[in-house]
């Protein structure tokens, strides 16, 4: 499979605070090869200790279960002492804080990034384990810490066991930040104490994590909260789907991963909502979530530090129900368990999320006045204020209308002078949407906010959907400018991918000297030497 790229050594320019370097790992799928010598398969588990040796000022944290640290000789030591599959063994290092925001969750950051950090996260965590204790049973890791990376952290968020990992970009957004913690608590009973056993069955972690997180938030916020937020994913699953045809292979829950293919490219819309939609349909065929929530628990204790093939969990289900197996749920036509994991296309159930009616019925009914062709009667949109709306709400207002763009001239003028100060003051996912509406739209009035956000925001989820608008319409000389003059501040990875983008053809594109990565996609970030401390003499032995 060659070389997998997994410790990222970050120059204090691409930091948060942009005045000391720092190191951190990403082992999602099979990247720890290149961390440390590994089965690096998630049917196998095991325990792991560390020593990590650093310069005076770096605070080291890593998904150990124990640690400690001896100042004279700048030595912490780490242990897990459950058997964790090799992809959930993690580090990072530099110049982090903390505050403990519960008995046995802290939040770890930068010192820029700490007060907003535990301010948008208060004392949730705690109140989302609870929640997920009554519905799943006993959290088995010990701590919930969580530690904010810089935005050039290469996906949102990584379940590591005991130091959930986070993007720091998603503070912007709160109900996204809440959306992802609680997803990756989650992982604590779906993923990492059960495991799949073969990256061909990724949606055995991700379905029930995203089934089980929105159990989480039922019970917390309530079912029209849930229901949102499942019809804002539901709807990009879709657009996945038309974009892909519905005989695409990448949209099976048992996917065949030929020699050479990274898993981790396997990772998609699929594996978390098409696999939670057939959890829903389990829970659906018991009648009753509470039933299925017992199950679940009992599926936790029976399984807890294994790994699990989809026949593990549907055996268990039908011994677990046997009045199901009498009626050979397993077979109903159209609705067969094999045609679940091996049929390509849509999911073949997906719940009733009526619930969320009173939120998603004006979003309905906004983009109906919108999409007729023409600009609506500005009396018509009286009774649809986004300023009270959630972010989910305009979010999936907006994939909506970018679902219908291009549109006519007149209709994105009229959109922009309603809504686009609005959009201005909210989140990165509100902005980041809006601009793709834009740059569909050529819309030039607005192309300078444009590039304001891609000066300001350098992590991938923000950065490769515009870039993509971008070149797909008439703008590729704007996006190679912006490129050009932000370059510096993007992670490696992050410059590779969109060099790969604006020049597809062109392996000697534009690129800057000497800390650049080679144009192999499995190439290592070069490490990068400051007078102040050298995080590249981190030694690890684990």
């Known amino acids: 499979m060659g070389t997998c790229v997994q410790i990222w050594w970050l120059d204090s320019e691409l930091t948060c605070g942009q005045t000391r370097p720092l190191v951190f790992t ?7 090869r290149s961390f440390f010598p590994c089965f690096d398969t998630p049917a196998v588990k095991s325990t792991y200790t560390a020593s990590v040796r650093v310069p005076e000022g770096v605070t080291v944290l890593m998904s150990a279960s124990r640690s400690s640290y001896s100042k004279p000789d700048r030595v912490f030591q780490f242990s897990m002492e459950y058997p964790v599959p090799s992809y959930l063994v993690a580090l990072v290092a530099g110049e982090l804080q903390h505050v403990d925001v519960g008995p046995r969750s802290r939040v770890w950051a930068e010192p820029c990034l700490l007060q907003v950090a535990v301010k948008k996260l208060g004392g949730s965590v ?57 997803h990756e608590i989650a992982h604590g009973w779906f993923g990492n104490t059960v495991t799949n056993a073969s990256w061909e069955e990724m949606w055995l972690s991700e379905g029930l994590a995203t089934y089980a997180q929105r159990r989480i938030t039922t019970e917390a916020y309530g079912e029209a909260f849930t229901c949102l937020e499942t019809a804002v994913r539901l709807d990009a699953l879709h657009r996945q789907l038309r974009l892909l045809g519905d005989n695409s292979p990448v949209s099976r829950l048992q996917v065949k991963i030929q020699p050479g293919v990274n898993p981790s490219s396997l990772m998609n819309l699929f594996t978390y909502e098409k696999g939670f939609c ?21 599926y936790i204790s029976q399984f807890k530090f294994r790994s699990v093939v989809a026949l593990d969990l549907l055996d268990f289900f039908l011994d677990y129900f046997p009045e199901l197996g009498g009626r050979s749920v397993s077979q109903r036509e159209g609705l067969e368990f094999e045609r679940w994991l091996s049929g390509t296309g849509p999911p073949l159930f997906e719940p009733d999320l009526s619930a969320g009616g009173n939120l998603t019925q ?9 999409g007729g062709g023409s600009s609506p009667e500005l009396t018509s949109l009286t009774p649809y204020n986004l300023n009270a709306w959630s972010s989910f709400q305009i979010v999936l207002f907006l994939d909506r209308m970018l679902d219908l763009s291009p549109l006519k001239t007149d209709v994105m003028s009229c959109l922009s002078s309603c809504y686009s100060p609005l959009f201005a003051g909210l989140n990165a996912e509100v902005q980041v949407r809006w601009l793709q509406m834009v740059v569909r739209n050529s819309f030039s009035p607005e192309l300078p906010r444009v ?6 925001h350098t992590s991938r989820m923000y950065t490769v959907p515009l870039y993509d608008d971008l070149v797909a319409g008439v703008m590729k000389g704007v996006a190679v400018e912006i490129f050009n003059q932000t370059q510096r501040r993007l992670h490696p990875n992050l410059r590779r991918t969109l060099q790969q983008i604006l020049f597809p053809t062109n392996h000697g594109a534009p690129s800057i000297p000497a800390s650049a990565p080679s144009s192999s996609p499995t190439a290592f970030p070069q490490p990068v030497a400051t007078a102040t401390i050298a995080l590249q003499d981190v030694n690890v032995s684990a």
């Open 278 to 298: 057939f959890v829903a349909y389990l829970s659906q065929l018991c009648g009753d979530v509470r039933s299925f929530d017992c199950f679940l628990r009992d």
């Open 26 to 32: 990403q082992g999602h799928s099979v990247c720890n």
């Open 126 to 182: 705690e109140r989302w384990l609870g929640v997920a204790e009554q519905l799943f049973g006993p959290y088995l890791w010990g701590r919930c810490d969580i530690v904010f990376l810089p935005p050039s952290f290469p996906i949102v968020a990584m379940e590591n066991p005991c130091l959930t990992f986070i993007i720091a970009s998603i503070l912007e957004s709160s109900e996204f930040l809440l959306i992802d913690v609680v």
């Open 451 to 456: 590039r304001a956000f891609l000066h300001k």
């Open 362 to 370: 004006p979003v309905r009914e906004l983009c109906d006045l919108w």
